[in-house]
């Protein structure tokens, strides 16, 4: 017969391959160097956007944290933004000519 292991408080410890991982935790962000990374810019430029507020961050603590999915869709919308402001008329073209 085989004894399972347990440990001093007699709770038998989790196999870690079979653990799945937390999307959420996954997709946590911790620190500006991370999210200077995952943006492909600089720590500094993502300081001074964070000083700003023209990035969503939050504070875990005195961390600041973001997450890659809300940093994605802030993105996203920003270029969606930039296309349909690219598709409006310029207000030269409006202007009849002489």
Do not use: Y
């Amino acid at each position: 017969m085989q004894h399972s292991q347990t440990n001093s408080r007699g709770v038998r410890p989790m196999n870690p391959g079979t653990l799945t991982p937390d999307p959420n935790v996954a997709d946590l962000l911790h620190g500006t160097a991370e999210i200077a990374n995952h943006l492909g810019l600089r720590r500094r430029q993502v300081e001074g956007m964070i000083a700003r507020r023209t990035i969503p961050t939050f504070r875990l603590g005195k961390t600041v944290c973001a997450r890659r999915s809300t940093l994605n869709a802030f993105i996203a919308e920003r270029e969606a933004d930039a296309i349909a402001d690219a598709r409006k008329p310029s207000p030269e073209s409006l202007e009849p000519t002489s």
